[in-house]
């Protein structure tokens, strides 16, 4: 059984979302994690945690042990089909060996597994007394609806702060007021396969968003057109009507200009607008021809592009098509429950709703720059530092450890362990199931759910308001604050209401370059597989392999300028980053730019400082400086991505 022509998976086009494993009628093509559970003895419908998409999931298990996931047949999401992630990687994350399932506390210079008592009398004692400003919480896009409205309510009505912040922040340029207006447009998975016309904006659908790319190919099949726009090749460009490659960071200015023609504007600006951009002129005048004011317009744009549009042109564009009837919006990110960190409040400057709050409270980004270092800092599902930062006291709540260490660890109970919802893009609030309820013990462990943890927290701090019997009781509180918010599981479309809450700290600035340069420009993408701050690489064995755009990649004829033939070392400096590394040759890079993908997650990858710089880093630097090195430390790739990094500053 193999590819055509014996050519490989990743040349054939092959998605690995596992359909074939799915639809074998003899057995066999199987997943191997689970191929000697034996047949399942139960099955439950739930919600996949790995993406905003929120597919649906049959849970099959045995002697009460999660086993498999395998695609339901929900006609509303994901109709019989899953991702790679969703299919194959949730056994191995829940049952991974490394999975850490007991509390454990720093003994001076060794750490040592104590009861729940110990540990929760322990972190409750450094939480009393807390200033506001002494206090950060840090919470994961990956956490269920009743964890982070008991995350959000411990912080405020607790320890009286606004110390409450989420790595869903970087998931929302331009701020997190702009992107409440966004999520109250017309969302739609579904109508993209009855649309005339897609309109696809950085995305690739191998890998990270399958479940959009069979929609998309639906639609064509039934003689719809497909225009992308991106700056560099994607599996989607190979079979569209027009590829509008762009230069990259400028995908919103073609956007935009796209929308005029929609909106049944004329397009004045169009010669201009290709030169800025680099896009054909030819094929943007035939771009506009294809757009035209009539029929079904649907507008995907993958988290990749929104994260490379320096001046925030993409949500402009999609807030003006807003206008058009007819138009339905696809904003794709990855936290599975991000639109549930923005609308249960869990940002320092907003509370449930969402709406404003009153007063400021420290952030992640103040820690990461240096501005403020709290006291005593709280990650729950994430991990978005390589090193430990220089906070008195530091307590993880996660299902693994952290990649440095930490005063207080609470173990979590993972997606199968723990009831609760998830709401997806669309504002669907869907079920994520209890499939594991096995008692403590050696092999099991003592996880707990998080809202549980909190709330057992909030009993040792004289506050039993926050220990709920269970996660129906969380959102019936939920219910009660949060104007449009079901009190059960509710899988219908919902449009985030407007509130107009605002951004305090106003809109962040595109980032400038370097005054050293040479005119190359920098883009730094966000990439690989990410699940409550680890990078699903490090535990799920095979899916490294499918990280295949990790590390620095030039254009062929930008490295032979350079004198670099085939992959070579070079040193690249950018906003006071260094980085050494082997550049890889990659012809679907635009010429006279750099791609360098940065991780998601720092948690699940092996001993790497050199990635730090990266993490911080983000968007579109314009002028980098790039030269060959001939003897450079460290040259190379160590493990995955690029090596040898520093910051200067």
Not at 146 to 162: C, D, G, H, P, T
Not at 428 to 448: K, S
Not at 452 to 478: P, T, Y
Not at 618 to 640: C, H, M, Y
């Amino acid at each position: 059984i193999g590819t055509a022509f014996g050519r490989s998976h990743v040349e054939a086009g092959c998605e690995f979302c596992g359909a074939c494993v799915g639809v074998c009628p003899t057995g066999a093509l199987t997943d191997k994690v689970s191929k000697w559970d034996g047949q399942p003895d139960g099955l439950q419908v739930s919600t996949c945690p790995f993406c905003a998409l929120g597919c649906q999931l049959e849970l099959k298990h045995r002697n009460g042990r999660l086993s498999r996931a395998e695609a339901h047949l929900d006609p509303e999401i994901n109709d019989g089909q899953l991702c790679v992630r969703g299919r194959f990687c949730l056994p191995e994350v829940t049952h991974h060996h490394e999975r850490a399932k007991r509390p454990v506390l720093k003994r001076g210079s060794y750490r040592r597994e104590v009861d729940w008592s110990e540990a929760l009398d322990e972190v409750a004692a450094r939480l009393k007394g807390l200033a506001p400003d002494d206090f950060l919480m840090v919470v994961s896009p990956d956490l269920t609806n009743e964890s982070l409205f008991v995350a959000q309510k411990f912080v405020r009505s607790i320890l009286k702060s606004n110390g409450i912040d989420s790595t869903a922040r970087s998931t929302f340029p331009g701020g997190i007021d702009l992107w409440a207006k966004l999520l109250s447009l017309p969302i739609s998975i579904k109508e993209i396969a009855h649309a005339d016309t897609i309109i696809a904006v950085g995305l690739d659908t191998r890998f990270y968003f399958s479940i959009v790319g069979v929609e998309v190919r639906r639609a064509l099949r039934e003689g719809a057109r497909l225009v992308t726009i991106d700056s560099h090749d994607s599996n989607l460009a190979r079979y569209a009507d027009l590829w509008l490659r762009t230069r990259p960071g400028t995908e919103g200015t073609v956007l935009g200009l796209l929308a005029d023609s929609l909106l049944g504007g004329s397009a004045p600006n169009a010669a201009r607008i290709a030169g800025k951009t680099g896009v054909d002129r030819e094929k943007l005048a035939r771009a506009l021809d294809a757009v035209a004011p009539g029929g079904a317009v649907a507008i995907v744009v993958g988290p990749s592009a929104f994260a490379a549009d320096p001046e925030y042109r993409l949500a402009e564009a999609l807030l003006r098509l807003a206008e058009r009837e007819q138009t339905s919006f696809l904003p794709l990110f990855h936290g599975s429950n991000t639109r549930g960190v923005l609308e249960l409040g869990a940002f320092p400057e907003i509370l449930p709703g969402p709406r404003p709050a009153e007063g400021k409270g420290i952030s992640l980004d103040d820690l990461l720059q240096g501005r403020a270092t709290p006291k005593v800092l709280f990650l729950i599902g994430e991990a978005p530092f390589f090193e430990r930062p220089s906070c008195e006291y530091i307590i993880a709540q996660d299902i693994y450890y952290p990649p440095f260490e930490v005063d207080a660890f609470l173990p979590a109970s993972s997606f199968a362990e723990a009831e609760g919802t998830l709401t997806n893009v669309e504002g669907r609030v869907q079920e994520n199931a209890r499939i594991e309820d096995l008692p403590d013990g050696a092999l099991t462990g003592c996880a707990r759910p998080d809202w549980l943890i909190l709330g057992m927290l909030a009993e040792r701090l004289s506050r039993s308001d926050l220990l709920f019997e269970s996660a129906a009781r969380v959102r019936e509180q939920i219910h009660r604050e949060v104007p449009g918010f079901p009190e059960e599981p509710d899988r219908r479309q919902r449009m985030l209401a407007e509130t107009g809450i605002g951004s305090p700290a106003g809109r962040p600035a595109p980032a400038r370059g370097d005054a050293r340069a040479d005119g190359r420009r920098l883009l730094v993408v966000p990439g690989g597989f990410r699940h409550r701050g680890i990078d699903l690489c490090g535990v799920v064995e095979g899916l490294s392999e499918l990280s295949l755009e990790e590390g620095i990649r030039l254009h062929p004829e930008d490295l032979a300028e350079l004198g670099i033939e085939g992959d070579g070392p070079v040193l690249l400096r950018a906003d006071g980053i260094e980085i050494q590394a082997t550049a890889r040759a990659d012809a679907s890079c635009p010429p006279g730019s750099i791609i360098v993908h940065r991780p998601l997650a720092c948690g699940g990858i092996p001993h790497r400082k050199d990635l730090e710089p990266l993490y911080r880093a983000s968007g579109i630097r314009e002028g980098v400086l790039v030269e060959p090195q001939a003897t450079p430390e460290d040259s190379g790739v160590a493990g995955r991505g690029a090596g040898g990094l520093k910051a200067e500053s």
